[in-house]
């Protein structure tokens, strides 16, 4: 298990490797965009919440305190928008993630990376993603709607932060593994027992990417270095 995550944490490193190199920078392109837009979107709309937030809750005669709970909004509406601004994201670009991560596979089994033919296949490409993307959605709300229970049940409420840490890495390994295996015509309900399997390597890679998904600037690379990540995941084990 503990060998298996950080196993899983150095896909993270072949991720960054591979979305640099010749061949595979152009695909890169489309889904670094759609991150840094969606992501700058979701950043200006937290702050403007948290303005919006101290402007209502606080009279004139207690703007003192604003220092004090600018902070504490500012972390609980990160966390909200943060999940809401990945899964938008992921949602527009899941087709160009699907391409990248198309390319990335055959670099790494060493063949030719195949040259773009246009965006002619993208419908399909599209219905394919779309159906995947619904299914993780509905997996992703279920598990938060039980994380958001024991957030508010006193005493158990402890165990709260670890169990958002266990959630947001296992929904990001599930995120970045399903392009590869969605290109091989395998699926949410094909992916997650493969995932459960290497719990440990999944976890590793989730965690890797959570943190990278919190450093300003950085964060705007976690889709590409995710996507090539777990597609190098897909190749050295859950194909196996």
């Known amino acids: 298990m503990v060998g298996g995550f950080f196993k899983g944490i150095s896909y993270l490193f072949t991720g960054l490797s591979l979305i640099t190199q010749k061949g595979i920078r152009p695909f890169v392109v489309v889904p670094l965009l759609i991150n840094i837009i969606v992501f700058s979107m979701g950043i200006w ?3 403007a919440q948290v303005e919006s937030l101290m402007a209502r ?3 004139d005669w207690l703007s003192w305190l604003e220092w004090l709970l600018w902070p504490l909004f500012f972390v609980l509406i990160f966390f909200v928008v943060f999940y809401t601004f990945s899964i938008i994201a992921n949602l527009i670009a899941a087709p160009f993630n699907s391409i990248l991560a198309e390319r990335v596979e055959a670099r790494l089994n060493g063949l030719p990376v195949p040259e773009f033919q246009g965006y002619s296949t993208l419908p399909a490409i599209i219905g394919r993603t779309f159906r995947s993307e619904i299914s993780k959605l509905i997996y992703m709300l279920k598990w938060l709607i039980v994380l958001l229970i024991i957030t508010l049940i006193p005493v158990v409420n402890l165990i709260a932060p670890f169990a958002w840490a266990f959630y947001g890495a ?17 699926y ?7 995932l459960k399997k290497h719990r440990g390597h999944a976890l590793g890679f989730g965690g890797g990417l959570s943190l990278l998904t919190v450093i300003p600037v950085v964060n705007f690379l976690a889709m590409p270095i995710g996507v090539a990540g777990g597609t190098a995941f897909w190749v050295d084990r859950l194909s196996k």
């Open 45 to 47: 709309f937290a702050s």
């Open 57 to 59: 809750l606080l009279p």
């Open 188 to 194: 949410f309900k094909d992916e997650l027992p493969l």
């Open 170 to 186: 296992w929904m990001l390994a599930i995120t970045y593994a399903d392009y590869p295996m969605g290109n091989h015509e395998k």
